[in-house]
Structures are given as C-alpha cells and as structure tokens.
C-alpha cells in the first residue's frame, strides 16, 4: 500500500512539471516563429501550439488537483493508513525429516498444527491482561493448553521448584528469598498492573504475561504461547480477532511418532529451543521459538532433519491481523533417516523386557527381588554389528514433549526414581557379571593359561585371594567336578574362571578386554554414550 502510493505520487508530479515544460517551450517557439515573418506557416503553428499547450495545461491541472487530494485533502488519513500497517517478514518453519526403521517403516514424521502467536501492539497492560484472559478462556473451553512456566503452582500455592531453586529465582527478580508465594503473586499482580481479583483469573493472566516477558516479542516478531491448538480454538480466535490485539494463528508442522513409546529411548523427542541452545545457534538461522532435538536420533542427526525454512512477506494492522501477503519463498522439508533397527523386533524386545523385569520383582525366578525396577536388552547382528533392537525400561512417550511439556510433567520424570529418560543401554555402567565368563575364557586359551580340554576340579571354595565360593557351593554346597571350558561355560562355574584368571594375570585379562574395546565408547550414533569403567 505504501509503496504503491509513493509510486502514484511521484508519477503524478513527473508528469504536471514535464507538462508545464512543454507548454512553456510551444508557447515560446511560437511566438518566436512569429516574429521571424514565417506568416503562413507561424499561423498553423501558433494554432496548434496553442490547442497544445490547452490540453497539457488541462491534464496538468488534472494531476495536480489529483496530486492536492492525495498530500493535502486525504494526506492526513493516508498517512494513518500508512501508519497503522506493517510489512513483517515471517517464516515459514521447514517440516523435519522422517525417520524409519531398516525396512522402510515409518517412525516418526509430521502433522500440521494451528499454533497461537502474539505480536506487541500498543495497547495498554489492562487492555493487554483483559485479551490475554479472553484467549485463555477460548483455549481452555475447547480442552487446550497453553505455555505455563511460571514457577508457581496456583492450585496448591507451592514453589514448583527446589527449596534453593526457588530461593535464587526470588532473589533473582529483586524479592527476599523468604517471600512466600503470596507476596510472590503479588509482586506480579502489580508488576503485570493486573485489576482482576479472581485467583484463576489472575493465574492465568500471569502465566502467559510470564511467558511474554522471558521469551520477548516485539511488532516484527512473535512470541508463542499457545501450539497445536484444536480447530475449535482456531476458529473461535479468528472470529475474535478484533479483540485480541496482536493474537494471530499460525500453522506449522508438529512432530508426530508413529510408533507411540517403541524406540523413544532411540529416536529422542523435540521440544523448543532453550536460551543456552539459543545462543549458540541463531547465527545458523534458528529463532526462540524453534523445536530443535534433545535426545537420541532427534539430536544426532538434527543438521540433517532440519529442514529450511522459507519466508512470507506480509502485512499487517495495527491490530496484528493480516491483511495481505505479496510474497513467499517455500520451506525445503529436511533429510529423511533411516536407521538399523527392526521396529517389530524393537517392540517384541520392549516387551520381553518388561515383562521379565516384572517377574524378577515379584519371584517369578524363584527369589524376589523388589528392587529390580529398570533394565536394558540390546540385539545386535553378529555379522554386521547393526543394532536390530535397542530397549531401555522404563520408557517414556516422545509425544509428551513436543507440545512443550509442563514444569510439573517434567519434573515427573526426572523426579522418577527409575529414570525413565535414561537410556541405560549407553548410558548405564554396571558390572557384567558371568557375561564377562566368555572374554575370559577366550584370553585364557589364547594366552596359553589353560588348554582347550584341559580340566579343572571344582572344589566349591576358591582358596586364594578373598577366598570366593562357585555359586552352586553357595546355593548347596555342591560343587561342578571337574569342567573344561564348554563346561565351565555351560554351567557358569565361578570357580574354574578364577583359577583361569589367577594364572593368566589381571595385565594379560586387561589386555584381551580392551582388545574386545571395554573401557572405550562404541561409537553408536546417540548422544551422552559412556565408555564405562574397566
């Protein structure tokens, strides 16, 4: 609009000054045609000179009477006009890329989702809480939430933080650290110049004032505070619209796993891009209000997934409404990946583990153990190496977190004494236990400790060292006899493993167990693997 408007004006002025031009050179070559006694030829030339410089004058006098309505008779309205309209670039987020498994089946992928974004407009704080208000209430009717971090629960009137989490956060925006969550509440309502008096409705006002003030928003960029919203809502806020000041609904596509909690501990889940990542990425194009990945292949392969997001130019009124759009550079969907495992056999192996790990706390193997709560199962192709199944129980749903989870649901997780975030098939350290009987047997014969047939008379207690007893001594005072290795191997016999490995040495075992790379990382490609201890 602006632009078209400068161009028309300065059109209209070209045109009256080259038209005033023209009738001053005609009028002047004819009076001077005049004087130099061309009598017949002056008069046809005076003659048309004249209808000439009539006609400009009349399309001069049109443009400027144009031109007068435009700077002088409506200047001051077109100027409001001009005022109240913005052209803002937008972008346009880029969806990720899919991922499946090593036959082609889908994993993860996108759909689109209706998000709420705030633009800053100038309006009072009062006008401001009263619109913040009235868009909560449209979410909440139809079931859908909105961005909550405010550090306060408003229902039990506690800190949702750590005793010295909440100490540093009060001392951090100027309060005692002893201010109790009412004189917390209060400071805001004042900060926030809130006037409402119900309880919820202030919650509910300085949650989304909270989350405006920490994420930041200006007339050129938003803030979100509201995603995946349902149809109903989005309807409901564009019917509202002018009501809402600055509120616009944008669509962007949402992380979906299609394979609900198989594999989370794999494929990771994506969540909005904190301050810290923030910073070290916006000089690669991300923005506050980006999903970027956390864990597993989300965060691996994030520069892949990543898409690359286009741009909209449009504008705006004062009121943030859209009102026209005049340009667009599509966004590029990112990189699809494809991993090892086997999603059928990845479930069944979920399933297996759970289900024994469940046995062995209630004495389904003869003894209880109660506090066998977490496990892992890892099956690999021994020709290949590739990871068919990787399980880590317990589990979470990746899903939970794409919509930006709560303080309370977070901390639900990380509060849980079994981890279930934790993926303890990389990231556990544990001893092996007779699973490390194979590597020993195999530096034994190869170092020449013992024979491949040779055999070894069990005798229930080991005599050297602590003096360690071969577990069936201790279940029943029994002992396996004499054992070669296959034997050794097939009963697990405790104590023909530590003959082998008194004579052998720890140097010789050390050796042939980093030859098997225990104590060094596997290099699978998932973040936060620990070498382990050997």
Not at 294 to 306: H, I, N, P
Request: hydrophobic share 35%; with cysteine.
């Amino acid at each position: 609009m602006r632009k078209n408007e400068s161009m028309k004006r300065l059109i209209i002025l070209c045109l009256s000054f080259l038209g005033i031009v023209l009738s001053t050179v005609m009028y002047a070559y004819t009076w001077m045609e005049k004087y130099h006694q061309r009598y017949v030829y002056n008069v046809k030339l005076y003659f048309w000179g004249h209808i000439l410089m009539i006609f400009v004058c009349i399309v001069g006098i049109i443009y400027i009477y144009k031109l007068f309505d435009l700077q002088i008779v409506n200047g001051a309205n077109y100027r409001e006009q001009s005022e109240k309209r913005l052209v803002r670039e937008v972008k346009t987020t880029a969806p990720r890329g899919n991922i499946y498994d090593r036959f082609g089946k889908l994993l993860v992928t996108n759909e689109m989702s209706y998000n709420v974004q705030l633009y800053y407009t100038k309006i009072d704080k009062q006008t401001l809480n009263e619109n913040l208000l009235r868009l909560v209430n449209i979410l909440e009717s139809n079931g859908d939430s909105y961005y909550n971090n405010f550090p306060i629960n408003f229902d039990e009137m506690v800190f949702n933080k750590s005793e010295d989490g909440a100490k540093k956060w009060k001392v951090s925006i100027g309060l005692s650290e002893d201010a109790d969550v009412q004189e917390v509440i209060n400071y805001y309502v004042g900060k926030y110049e809130i006037t409402q008096t119900d309880m919820a409705d202030i919650a509910k006002i300085i949650a989304l004032r909270y989350e405006i003030a920490t994420k930041g928003y200006t007339s050129y960029r938003p803030v979100t505070l509201a995603k995946n919203v349902s149809e109903e809502s989005m309807l409901q806020i564009e019917e509202q619209a002018s009501e809402l000041s600055g509120v616009n609904i944008s669509t962007q596509p949402i992380r979906k796993y299609v394979a609900g909690n198989a594999a989370s501990h794999i494929l990771g889940y994506v969540s909005q891009i904190s301050s810290a990542e923030y910073a070290s990425r916006k000089e690669q194009g991300y923005s506050q209000n980006d999903m970027i990945g956390k864990s597993g292949v989300e965060a691996t392969f994030e520069e892949f997934l990543r898409g690359t997001n286009g741009t909209k130019r449009v504008e705006m009124n004062s009121n943030g409404l859209i009102v026209d759009e005049y340009e667009t550079l599509d966004s590029v969907m990112g990189d699809s990946v494809v991993l090892t495992i086997d999603i059928d056999l990845q479930r069944k192996a979920e399933e297996v583990l759970e289900k024994y790990i469940n046995k062995i706390q209630t004495g389904g193997f003869s003894e209880k153990f109660s506090d066998a709560k977490a496990g892992s199962l890892v099956v690999l192709d021994v020709k290949t190496s590739e990871v068919l199944a990787l399980a880590s129980y317990p589990s979470y749903n990746p899903d939970e977190f794409t919509d930006g989870i709560s303080n309370s649901e977070y901390e639900k997780y990380f509060r849980n004494e079994s981890k279930p975030m934790y993926n303890r098939a990389i990231q556990g350290t544990y001893s092996p236990g007779s699973t490390y009987k194979p590597l020993t047997a195999i530096a034994a014969i190869e170092s020449g400790a013992v024979g491949l047939n040779e055999k070894i008379v069990d005798k229930g207690k080991y005599d050297k060292g602590h003096k360690p007893v071969c577990w069936i001594w201790q279940s029943s005072r029994g002992t396996h006899g004499p054992v070669d290795v296959a034997t050794a191997l097939k009963v697990s016999c405790n104590y023909y493993f530590y003959e082998v490995g008194y004579r052998m040495g720890i140097d010789t075992l050390a050796k042939f167990a980093k030859y098997f790379g225990l104590g060094t990382k596997t290099g699978i490609e998932l973040p936060s693997e620990t070498a382990g201890i050997m």
